[in-house]
């Protein structure tokens, strides 16, 4: 429907140019601001009656109706406004609106403001970690109704601001070129507003400043997504139907994203589509993401120049914090926690395809795979990565693929330490034009009063960072072993001679011949040390073999690991006042944990559906999970012969997948879960009666405490399907 059936506007003074240099239709100009207050929740077609709704706000401010169809009562909560405001005042009890289908674009600029609604408090958060007061209004659809967005935005200067948002999915619509999603941003086709004036010439538009697509409309400017919760509800439960994708920025210039709590979504949290250039994604909640489709909490694709990730937290999804695909432009993600990903496929905490990121001053923990992977195709380079913190990391804290790996989880998790480049014909063999880990001139420095030199080369010119190594241990945890598979060995061929890049002692300058010295003050005997090169030419290389740090004696002391484990938990609730200082008791043993509790839940014959029987099962399963926080568990697929090794190991997949996704309704955290599958590589028996078969389609159910205590468990198996 296009916008000029309701306005008559002169064709030569369609746009009109602001401050700010992008551009505004004079219809969209023309319309008169209004601040409209929704007071109802009610949804379906526009109408006088006693309540108005959300979809008569977004159809009122965009001009597609006027105050005449409204009743007086309706009439009543609307006002003049310097900008337009959609603002809330429902009923206590009838905060939700139950979408039957979804709702206009917004094509004006326009604030979207839950925080207007009675009850919302903007001192009171769920989280610790950051802090996002608990939405009041939630939108979602109706129980019997597929929608596939929550909100569309088709104009410069909308912000949405203090809502709840889940739910928005399709199984039905062809989603290629407009994925659903909770918040959907760019110029869709149903947009009201239609920029028709220049047609296909795009160059006379580029002339004024302007940029338009191949319809010729302009991407929305300066977008703003603050302070929503985002595939979770209000209580902080696991909607029945989850959300394909958190925010689709698919077409538009400058969002900004920021103080969002993004969880449970089927894909990613935010994806990327067209065009994102500029855009700013900080302090986000993103946790527990791509539980059934794309696993990346961050997935960057088409033109994101510019773009920002900062001071987020992203933690428990299923694959890849951050995940640049082919991107066009450069691409900072600095100052973030990301930690406990790929808790269902196995990848790079942080995977860069492209030139010129910079992944800078990150914690990085947990992972199952590398902790930053850069691609070698396409060619990627000039990447730096600096200053980061890398803890629990199951392959190498950098890793550079080369292109003789070509299988897709090398690309995906890393492929391990690259040989040394021998002639700058080999520039092209792996990510960052095969810049080369720097190489200490021996396996061992000495600690010489308080100070310690370590001595190597690199690249000519380089920037060396020293670090602080955490060895690496195997079976430290549930990312030990790494592979969908149970075939697949380590990510590192030889776990001693690397670990996690812990902390930089110092940083320095490798000469024109590639020599380096430093000297720090930091070290003890029994550490070990790792150095990482960085040229602007190049980018940053892979971590150097550990050297130890030996006392002056020569002698190497075995230091205790001062790190204490970490129990999987990505949020908490904020800390009560502290309680007066009471003197601490002396420290006791740790006394074994005994549990019972099923290990198995079982499936019918080709089947990964939880049955009512294995519901039961895994009821009892989480309430021992409840009552003991500090269990987490590993999930097992598992299949019995009867089909290809291809087809079981995706059918023992998706198996562990459900077992998983039934978990997390009941409120078990997705970081505290770990998915394996294995097929029909490890049966239960060799026999091959039907109660055989019927005992290999399972689910095993792996517990560990994540403090290393240690867990006795009595097992029960209570139930087959046959």
């Known amino acids: 429907m296009r916008f000029t059936n309701y306005f008559s506007i002169s064709t030569s003074a369609l746009l009109v140019i602001t401050s700010g240099g992008s551009a505004l239709s004079l219809a969209q100009s023309a319309i008169t601001p209004l601040r409209v207050v929704v007071n109802s929740n009610q949804d379906g077609v526009i109408k006088a009656d006693d309540g108005l709704t959300l979809r008569e706000a977004i159809a009122l401010v965009n001009g597609t109706i006027s105050q005449d169809q409204l009743s007086p009562a309706e009439k009543a909560q609307i006002s003049p406004a310097n900008k337009s405001e959609i603002a809330f005042n429902l009923p206590a009890e009838q905060t939700t609106i139950r979408l039957t289908q979804a709702l206009p674009p917004l094509s004006v600029p326009v604030l979207v403001d839950g925080t207007t609604q009675q009850g919302y408090d903007a001192t009171k958060s769920a989280t610790a970690e950051i802090a996002i007061p608990i939405p009041v209004v939630q939108l979602t659809p109706q129980s019997d109704r597929e929608v596939f967005r929550g909100l ?92 394909a994708f958190g925010v689709s920025v698919f077409n538009s210039l400058g969002t900004n994203i920021r103080r969002n709590r993004i969880s ?148 995906q998790r890393g492929d ?186 079982h499936f019918a014959l080709d089947k990964d559906i939880i049955s009512p029987e294995s519901a039961q099962v895994l009821d009892r399963i989480a309430t021992v999970l409840r009552e003991q926080p500090t269990i987490v568990v590993e999930l097992q697929g598992h299949t019995d012969p009867r089909a290809s090794n291809a087809y079981n190991l995706n059918l023992s997949n998706r198996r562990a997948i459900a077992a998983r996704n039934y978990l997390r309704r009941q409120g078990i955290a997705p970081e505290r879960m770990r998915i394996r599958a294995f097929g029909e590589s490890l049966r239960r028996t060799e026999g091959n009666t039907r109660l055989d078969y019927a005992r290999d389609r399972r689910v095993e159910f792996i517990f560990s405490d994540a403090r290393g205590i240690e867990l006795i468990v009595q097992e029960e198996d209570l139930q087959l399907e046959r």
């Open 416 to 601: 391990g330490p690259n040989p040394e480049r021998n002639s700058r014909n080999r520039r092209k063999d792996t990510g960052n034009a095969s810049i080369n880990a720097p190489e200490f001139i021996s396996k061992e420095f000495f600690v010489l009063g308080n100070k310690t030199t370590v001595i190597g080369k690199a690249d000519p010119g380089s920037r060396i960072e020293i670090y602080r190594v955490q060895q690496a241990i195997a079976g430290r945890g549930l990312g030990a072993e790494n592979s969908l598979n149970a075939n697949a060995g380590s990510l590192i061929p030889n776990r001693s001679a690397y670990g996690d890049l812990r902390e930089v002692l110092t940083t320095v300058e490798a000469d024109e011949k590639g020599k380096f010295s430093a000297t720090v003050d930091k070290l003890q005997a029994g550490e070990r040390v790792s150095a990482i090169a960085s040229n602007p030419k190049y980018g940053t290389s892979e971590p150097a073999i550990n050297a130890a740090i030996l006392s002056n004696d020569g002698t190497q002391p075995q230091l205790e690991n001062r790190t204490p484990p970490e129990i999987p938990k990505c949020t908490s609730a904020p800390p009560p006042p502290e309680p007066p200082i009471e003197p601490t008791p002396p420290e006791i043993p740790p006394t074994p944990i005994r549990i019972q509790v099923p290990t198995n839940v």
């Open 152 to 243: 569309s935005i088709a104009a410069d200067g909308v912000t949405v601001r203090g809502l709840a948002l889940y739910g928005f999915t399709s199984n039905l619509r062809a989603t290629a070129t407009t994925p659903p999603a909770d918040i959907f941003i760019g110029t869709a086709s149903e947009n009201y507003i239609h920029y028709s004036y220049f047609g296909n010439n795009l160059a006379a538009a580029r002339s004024l400043g302007i940029e338009l697509n191949k319809r010729g409309e302009t991407p929305p400017r300066d977008v703003v997504i603050e302070n929503n919760w985002l595939g979770i509800l209000p209580d902080e439960s696991v909607p029945q139907t989850t959300s």
């Open 264 to 411: 449970n979504h089927d894909g990613s949290a935010i994806i990327t589509g067209v065009n994102a250039n500029s855009m700013q994604v900080s302090e986000n909640l993103i946790v527990g993401n791509g539980i059934a489709g794309m696993p990346d909490a961050i997935r960057l694709e088409g033109a994101v120049d510019k773009t920002q990730i900062s001071g987020n937290l992203i933690c428990g999804n299923d694959g890849s914090g951050v995940y640049l695909f082919k991107p066009d432009g450069a691409v900072s993600i600095r100052s973030n926690q990301i930690k406990f990903n790929s808790r269902r496929l196995q990848r790079a905490a942080v995977y860069l395809m492209g030139n010129e990121h910079q992944v800078v001053e990150n914690d990085i923990s947990h992972q199952v795979g590398a902790g930053v992977a850069v691609a070698s195709y396409p060619k990627s380079d000039r990447n730096i990565i600096s200053g980061n913190r890398f803890n629990n990391i199951d392959g190498l804290s950098i890793d550079l693929v080369t292109q003789s790996g070509t299988d897709v989880t090398d690309f």
